[in-house]
């Protein structure tokens, strides 16, 4: 009876996550400059989230000029017209609230979460910083983050252990001129040449009210909130449009196997392909393998080279969804006094396995549940909310796609996955990539031979 009734909660449970549907009530406007605006309300708590997206990430630099959109990323923070150096943080903190943000290669991101009686002094800040940032900036402002921004490279990239690994793989998989090839934090050689009209002809091209949308969600008045938006942004001049991205879809149709040496260690093995686009046919299912393979410890690859073999520390696999192509990266660090040949002959065996043969239902319903797991976590904050609303209305032109986003999802089944892994993980389309300790090249993956990181 207790097999019985287990049985039961897990066809409810499944018939559950299948029929829910997904409730963001929004309203949207544009200013007369172009700016998007969303609004959601939720009074759940007296709290407010300001989320802004900019529709410029590293992938909209050019070669030779790496590194300022993120590099915008620390100057946004360091005072406009109105707001001198160092108010930015001290105003919204006095009052209760707290502020981030974040690039990568298609967008540029800032927040600020307040109590709801801050919204106004957010909404001036973020104002301020767009339609004046410009007005106080030097050349000391610039270099003063120019070397906090290195600074953060030699922390994350050079200094940090396997640091470097993702930098080599994305040069390797993308080519020449590619908005993908290079790192979202720029090069060193690139942030030392940029000069001050550089800077601020990017800011100019790209920080205007016709490139970004906000997001407000929480405890708000629509009315009241639109009123304010438009007090404090509607004065802003539009700029001129933004020259499409160029979106040129690579192909890699050979395998690229390269070493290099870190101060690490234990020898880590990386393979990566290029993949579906976000929201493209063949991202969710990659997106559901990655998780079958090593989302978990009852995944494959965590069982066989973790717990069976032994011969893995960890394992893990993403699906890393992109505007315009994507990566799907499988990462396994070897255990002490094994190679990484060992590890790459175990992870072929078990992708030729997903290719010869579907995962069964219950592993893509786990991973399903993963998923869903994730993606109603997101839901339970407002900041997330305002998130995946300029998410959808920049990758989509509609805030709304919660629920069409989700069903992507429920729409696979297993032999979808054989399929799409056939399609994208060739073994003559890829890179496989060994980090090993100095001095221990024999611990890389056969064929695999040296490279510099330098200049990278």
Not at 288 to 306: C, P
Not at 398 to 410: C, Q, V
């Amino acid at each position: 009876m207790r097999k019985i009734f287990f049985l039961m909660l897990i066809i409810s449970a499944a018939m559950f996550a299948q029929s829910v549907r997904i409730s963001v009530p929004y309203e949207r406007f544009t200013l007369k400059n172009g700016l998007n605006v969303i609004l959601h309300v939720d009074r759940t708590t007296p709290t407010v989230t300001v989320n802004t997206w900019y529709h410029v990430g590293s992938g909209y630099e050019k070669p030779g000029r790496t590194g300022f959109a993120h590099l915008f990323e620390h100057l946004m923070f360091e005072g406009s017209k109105n707001v001198p150096e160092g108010k930015f943080d001290e105003w919204l903190e006095a009052a209760g609230g707290n502020n981030n943000g974040s690039t990568n290669n298609d967008r540029t991101n800032y927040y600020e979460d307040i109590p709801s009686n801050a919204l106004e002094l957010a909404l001036f800040l973020d104002s301020d910083r767009l339609g004046y940032l410009l007005d106080p900036m030097t050349e000391e402002t610039v270099n003063g983050q120019r070397d906090v921004v290195k600074n953060e490279r030699r922390q994350s990239y050079e200094n940090r252990p396997y640091g470097m690994a993702d930098i080599m793989i994305d040069d390797a998989l993308f080519p020449q001129g590619h908005p993908y090839r290079w790192p979202t934090i720029g090069s060193m050689a690139d942030l030392s040449a940029a000069s001050l009209e550089d800077v601020k002809e990017f800011f100019r091209t790209y920080y205007i009210p016709n490139n970004s949308s906000l997001s407000i969600a929480g405890d708000i008045d629509i009315a009241k909130t639109k009123a304010l938006v438009e007090k404090w942004f509607n004065e802003i001049p539009a700029g001129k449009p933004v020259q499409p991205q160029e979106r040129t879809i690579p192909v890699l149709n050979e395998e690229k196997r390269m070493t290099i040496e870190d101060r690490v260690q234990l020898p880590r093995l990386f393979m990566a392909w290029i993949s579906p686009a976000s929201l493209t046919p063949g991202d969710a299912e990659l997106d559901l393998l990655s998780s079958v393979l090593a989302g978990g410890k009852n995944s494959r690859l965590y069982k066989k080279l973790v717990y069976d073999l032994q011969i893995a520390q960890d394992v893990s696999a993403y699906q890393q969804s992109q505007r315009i192509i994507s990566e799907f990266v499988v990462v396994a660090t070897a255990r002490a006094g094994h190679t990484l040949a060992e590890l790459e002959t175990a992870i072929q065996e078990e992708i030729a396995k997903v290719k010869n043969e579907a995962p069964t239902k219950r592993e893509l319903d786990r991973a399903r549940n993963q998923y869903e797991a994730s993606f109603l976590n997101r839901l339970e904050s407002i900041n997330g909310k305002a998130d995946l609303l300029n998410n959808y209305l920049y990758s989509t032109g509609n805030p709304d796609y919660f629920n069409e986003d989700l069903a992507r999802y429920y729409a696979v089944d297993p032999q979808d996955v054989t399929t799409i892994a056939n399609t994208y993980l060739k073994d003559n389309g890829r890179v496989v990539l060994s980090v090993v300790p100095k001095g221990k090249i024999e611990l890389a993956a056969q064929n695999s031979p040296v490279v510099s990181t330098e200049g990278k």
